[in-house]
């Protein structure tokens, strides 16, 4: 069992307090329900609110308590680095094009959701780096340049010697900037939309765990141990979090937990060489390399470790060797930081938008890309609910669970894959050294 850390986490200690969300008390009426207030059911309650539907979020602990309020806070508008619009048009054919435009436009969509909102969020749209650690990498940048100039859109490619420059890690091919990235605190920008979604009319209740769905009157009646809101609508976004809720969301997702350290306040020596310009910088390994500035100074970042007992102890020596070997000169450094969260991961690295029965839908699996294309997604299932956005211009087919092959074997695969993904990475890059 891990240990649970959201009240550890580096974010815990710098965002504003959460907004007031009293449980449900016994017995409410609602046009949607969303399940799980995460930045997906916040984004669609929020602009579901915004357009006057009347609905009831329920919530397991508190706002932004998953993947949401945990992550690195990367505003990255891009799916994986594989994954390019010609793969996803194949894997969702007419949806194909509509979801890589909503993925090029998340970026704006956030920083301009905080813009228009005021969220005290530490919003940094510094633009988001992704370096390349092999020559094969930067070709496929090169490519994904290309790809959106064709949907003209403009990111840049770096040079390795700008690219040095800009990261002050020496050992890139090059790197891909997209200007309209950046970085956030993820838990203020949870409680901020939360605090927007009620400032509209949605009503959010934390320590409301639904415990079962029921059919009732051509609606459903949506059950927490205190009381149940009958609604026209459901949507769960439970994300990795659903468990028992509805096995077969938990069923299409592999469960992978990701630790996050943050070092001392180390800004006021560094900062002159190391992430110029405060772009978060996420690299291209298969065990991504991923770094940023924190608000108060820190160096944050993180990634897998083996999993069972003193797996925080695992993480906080692991990454910060791993950041001692990658960043020239850094010295010794202490974590004052270390915790986890879940990542609800797809084979195919890509969304889903579920139809579980007439009335009831899931929204899940935004992976490792999932502070922009949340809330981008949560925007468009609150214009197909209101009837502005038609199913057939929606982003993602409005498909049945499909279960992951394997599943009891699939959730270990990550972890068992790490060592052969590190050594692999090693080999490709001069930082194997
Ligand atoms: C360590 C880490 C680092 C990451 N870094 C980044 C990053 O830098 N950039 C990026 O874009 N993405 C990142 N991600 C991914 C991103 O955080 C997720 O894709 C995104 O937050 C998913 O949001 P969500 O709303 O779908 O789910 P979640 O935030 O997981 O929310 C699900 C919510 O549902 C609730 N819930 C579950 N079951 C029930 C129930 N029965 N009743 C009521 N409520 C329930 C949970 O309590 C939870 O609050 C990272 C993820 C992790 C774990």
């Known amino acids: 069992m891990a240990v649970e850390t959201f009240h550890r986490t580096l974010w815990s200690a710098l965002a504003p307090a959460a907004p007031p969300t009293p449980p449900l008390d016994g017995?409410?009426?609602?046009?949607?329900?969303?399940?799980?207030a995460g930045l997906l059911g916040l984004s669609a309650a929020l602009h579901l609110a915004e357009t006057g539907v009347d609905v009831a979020v329920l919530e397991a602990a508190e706002p932004g308590f998953g993947a949401s309020g945990r992550n690195t806070g990367f505003v990255v508008p891009s799916l994986r680095t594989s994954l390019g619009p010609g793969d996803v048009t194949a894997r969702l054919g007419a949806h194909g094009e509509p979801l890589t435009r909503l993925v090029g436009q998340s970026g704006t969509i956030v920083f301009g959701l905080i813009r228009r909102?005021?969220?005290?969020?530490?919003?940094?749209?510094?633009?988001?780096?992704?370096?390349?650690?092999?020559?094969?990498?930067?070709?496929?940048?090169e490519t994904r340049q290309r790809d959106w100039a064709a949907r003209g859109r403009t990111v840049t490619i770096l040079d390795a010697a700008e690219t040095a420059r800009r990261a002050g890690i020496a050992f890139y091919h090059g790197a891909l900037v997209d200007p309209t990235g950046g970085q956030i605190n993820p838990l203020a920008y949870a409680r901020g939309l939360a605090a927007a979604a009620i400032g509209a009319g949605a009503r959010i209740h934390a320590a409301s765990r639904v415990a079962a769905l029921d059919r009732a009157d051509g609606g459903w009646l949506v059950r927490t141990a205190r009381g149940a809101v009958r609604a026209d609508r459901v949507l769960l976004t439970t994300?990795?979090?659903?468990?028992?809720?509805?096995?077969?969301?938990?069923?299409?997702?592999?469960?992978?937990?990701?630790?996050?350290?943050?070092?001392?306040p180390l800004a006021e020596a560094f900062a002159d060489r190391l992430l110029v310009?405060?772009?978060?910088?996420?690299?291209?390994?298969?065990?991504?390399?991923?770094l940023r500035w924190s608000p108060d100074g820190r160096l944050v970042t993180g990634g897998m470790v083996m999993p069972g007992p003193g797996a925080l102890g695992r993480a906080e020596r692991g990454f910060l060797a791993r950041l001692r070997r990658f960043v020239p000169g850094l010295g010794p450094v202490r974590a004052d930081f270390v915790w986890n969260g879940v990542i609800a991961a797809t084979l195919d690295q890509m969304p889903r938008f579920v139809d579980l029965a007439p009335g009831l839908d899931a929204a899940i699996g935004c992976n490792?890309?999932?502070?922009?294309?949340?809330?981008?997604?949560?925007?468009?299932?609150?214009?197909?609910?209101?009837?502005?956005?038609?199913?057939?211009?929606?982003p993602?087919?409005?498909?049945?669970?499909?279960?992951?092959p394997g599943h009891f074997m699939a959730r270990?695969?990550?972890?068992?894959?790490?060592?052969?993904?590190?050594?692999r990475d090693d080999r490709e890059s001069a930082a194997g050294r």
């Open 368 to 394: 490792g890309r999932g502070v922009a294309l949340t809330t981008a997604l949560g925007r468009e299932i609150a214009g197909l609910y209101a009837g502005r956005i038609a199913a057939a211009d929606f």
């Open 396 to 404: 993602l087919p409005h498909g049945r669970p499909e279960k992951v």
């Open 27 to 36: 017995m409410a009426r609602a046009d949607v329900v969303i399940v799980g």
């Open 412 to 423: 270990h695969g990550p972890a068992l894959w790490l060592p052969w993904s590190n050594w």
């Open 239 to 264: 994300n990795a979090l659903v468990d028992a809720l509805e096995p077969s969301m938990a069923a299409s997702i592999i469960p992978v937990r990701v630790h996050q350290i943050a070092t001392e």
């Open 117 to 141: 909102l005021g969220i005290a969020c530490a919003a940094e749209q510094t633009g988001w780096m992704q370096p390349a650690h092999s020559a094969a990498m930067m070709r496929t940048l």
């Open 277 to 290: 310009g405060r772009s978060p910088l996420a690299d291209t390994r298969r065990h991504t390399f991923a």
